[in-house]
């Protein structure tokens, strides 16, 4: 049985060196969803983890409790509750997004942010507070002591996009869901894995496989090359 | 606190490259003059591959865009139901008729045909090899009651699940009945899925004959294959009927209704037809779907029609006149 698996992997790592058009453009495909997902997410998580991190309110705790705890939402969950939303039937259905890489941007977004948000925020807090009460004797104004806070905690915020865009790339149930996994148009990686597993075509789903992992840790390692140089 | 900056905007950099690049992308997909047609799809025509085939054929000829939703009938139905979709390719001859009757397709069209078979374990421990099928199930279940035997049931609402359960109901059995059983599985996934279950449980299991020729290893073990072989497809009821339906456009705004009527028009053409016939051909010896246009029009295996018209037509026709909407050439 093991000779089988080592053989599937084989033909799967042949395909991959052979540059097969379909396998590009899925990949190609994964990432720019997935890399314009994370940066919509940044575009609004980052300034909500700054707030959570840096400022103190009533009901804060209750909102990074809340963030903290939608981590784990199940992305089917979310697919099914963004598929209502979307459906022609459903509240949002004249934005026809519903089976486009539009759609599952939006959706693999919220997926994420509290992703984005928890990770700021647990970066900037994680801070040493000397920094801050540093500043403000030398006689920084609290801004500018902010500023110096959140240079100290600019690795978190890189480990923050690169968490959520690896959650992005790596979920099924919205692309799935949302996408509806159209040839050509909504296919990505995971749910290609996914029909062709169903298929029985698992060479090429361990070819996608292996991409996906090779995605994912390039993107991770490379976050720890640049924290390392910093340190 | 430079490099800081450095990789901040580094960054910054990277991210509205990708956004740009990922807008010109989608704005390229978006300005296609090219109509789309939303198909929800029963998984068996998708999963064999059949339709990337039709789908290359089809594009090559008119301007639209297929977008085939593969999921079971019952899901199909919903989608339909939503007006997520312009129209249905579905195999439950009774689900379409209420999808009918409640008003929501119009112009249904029958395909192809082909039949379903009862796989199981190569040893055969229940002997159900070649029996006609009511008789296996019947045996099936006492080896089951007897700890001899398992069953896998799709569980999923798709059409070969409700096929099951009608198969149940002939032989004599409660579906629901049966599914609190220890020997009776219920898998609640794909029909790829299922026979991945029956084969490791050397159980038993209701496949239609498409997807078990993909999933089957040919006696090579295979990861992902599966070593089940085919022990019953001989007998009227295993009879599995395809068809087209059109979403009913006033139902909802904006479904391609026209699209959905070329398509139909294009799948029931000579070209259409001949294509389901040669697929699979090639790679399994034999086809997977068989046409079914010509065999009712020109009636020319009289058993076989009278089979199918009993069991697929809906009040003794392929489509009811008032469901044809202005289409009467689809049926002549």
């Known amino acids: 049985m093991v000779s089988e698996i080592i053989e599937g992997l084989i033909e799967a790592l042949k395909l991959i060196f052979s540059g097969d058009p379909t396998i590009v453009e899925i990949t190609t495909r994964s990432i720019l969803i997935s890399g314009t997902a994370t940066f919509l997410s940044a575009l609004w998580g980052v300034p909500i983890g700054m707030i959570l991190g840096l400022k103190k309110f009533r009901g804060k705790t209750v909102l990074k409790s809340l963030f903290n705890a939608l981590l784990g939402i199940p992305t089917v969950a979310l697919g099914l509750i963004l598929y209502l939303f979307f459906s022609r ?93 159209i040839r050509g148009i909504t296919r990505v990686l995971t749910t290609t894995i996914a029909l062709e597993t169903t298929r029985g075509e698992v060479v090429l789903a361990i070819a996608l496989a292996i991409i996906l992992l090779v995605i994912v840790s390039v993107v991770s390692l490379s976050i720890n090359l640049i924290q390392r140089r910093k340190a | 606190m430079k490099k800081n900056t450095m990789i901040w905007a580094s960054i910054v950099i990277i991210a509205i490259v990708i956004s740009i690049l990922a807008t010109a992308y989608y704005t390229g997909a978006f300005t296609s003059k090219r109509s789309k047609l939303v198909i929800s799809t029963t998984t068996s025509l998708f999963d064999t591959g059949l339709l990337d085939e039709i789908e290359d054929r089809f594009e090559a000829k008119y301007p639209f865009d297929l977008y085939f939703i593969s999921v079971g009938t ?179 705004e904006g479904l391609n209704f026209d699209g959905a009527i070329t398509f139909i028009k294009f799948l029931i053409s000579d070209e259409g037809q001949s294509v389901i016939e040669e697929y699979g051909k090639e790679d399994y010896g034999q086809s997977l779907f068989l046409p079914a246009v010509e065999l009712l029009k020109e009636n020319t295996d009289p058993t076989l029609v009278s089979l199918i018209k009993d069991y697929a037509y809906i009040d003794g026709e392929e489509c009811p006149p008032e469901y044809q909407n202005g289409h009467p050439e689809l049926y002549s």
């Open chain 1, 89 to 181: 039937s459903g509240p949002l259905g004249f934005l026809q997004i519903l089976y486009t890489p539009v759609g599952i941007v939006i959706g693999q977004a919220i997926l994420i942010t509290p992703i984005t948000v928890s990770f700021v925020t647990s970066a900037i807090e994680s801070v040493d507070p000397e920094i801050r009460d540093l500043a403000r004797t030398l006689g920084a104004s609290e801004t500018q002591a902010s500023v110096a806070v959140l240079g100290e905690s600019s690795s978190g915020f890189l480990l923050a996009i690169i968490a959520s865009f690896n959650r992005a790339i790596a979920e099924l149930g919205i692309a799935l869901m949302i996408g509806g996994n």
């Open chain 2, 74 to 252: 019952g899901l199909a139905i919903q989608h339909a139901k939503r007006g997520d979709a312009d129209m249905l390719l579905v195999h439950d001859p009774r689900a379409e008729s209420t999808f009918l009757a409640d008003g929501y397709g119009l112009c249904r069209k029958i395909i192809a045909y082909n039949f379903y078979v009862i796989v199981g374990p190569e040893d055969d421990p229940v002997g159900i090899k070649n029996l006609p099928p009511l008789e296996a199930l019947t045996m099936i279940v006492e080896a089951g009651r007897n700890g001899e035997a398992k069953w896998v049931s799709r569980g999923d609402g798709s059409g070969t699940h409700s096929k099951e359960k009608s198969l149940w109901a002939m032989a004599g059995f409660d579906s629901n009945v049966l599914r609190d059983e220890g020997w009776y599985i219920e898998a609640g996934t794909s029909m790829g899925g299922t026979l991945g279950i029956a084969n490791n449980y050397s159980a038993y299991t209701l496949t239609d004959l498409g997807t078990y020729l993909a999933y089957y290893n040919y006696g090579v073990p295979t990861p992902g294959k599966i070593s089940l072989i085919v022990l019953v497809d001989q007998g009227q009821e295993l009879l599995n009927v395809y068809s087209a339906i059109a979403v009913n456009p006033s139902v909802y």
